[in-house]
């Protein structure tokens, strides 16, 4: 899971498909990887800003992003949870 050092939230699982509009909380479920380098490639993709396709002036498909520099990737953690069945 992915979280603030500094707030100790963390990013939040969405079942949207845009991942990267998720926000740093602690009132839904953490958004959780199967592997540290997921989590990673997440994190920088998240870091970024929010990513929404678009068309440009010629009508063509574009992927663009929409900058977030509030979004510190330094501020945050990748932390490695352990699930277990009851």
């Excluded at 998720?22 to 800003?49: H, I, K, Y």
């Amino acid at each position: 899971m992915i979280r603030s050092k500094v707030t100790g939230l963390w990013l939040g699982h969405t079942p949207r498909r845009n991942k990267t509009s998720a926000s740093l909380s602690n009132r839904v479920p953490p958004r959780l990887f199967t592997t540290r380098s997921g989590a990673q490639q997440a994190l920088d993709w998240w870091s970024e800003g929010v990513y929404f396709i678009g068309y440009d002036e010629d009508g063509i498909y574009d992927l663009n992003v929409s900058r977030r520099p509030e979004r510190d990737k330094g501020e945050m953690e990748i932390l490695e949870v352990e699930l277990k069945s009851l």
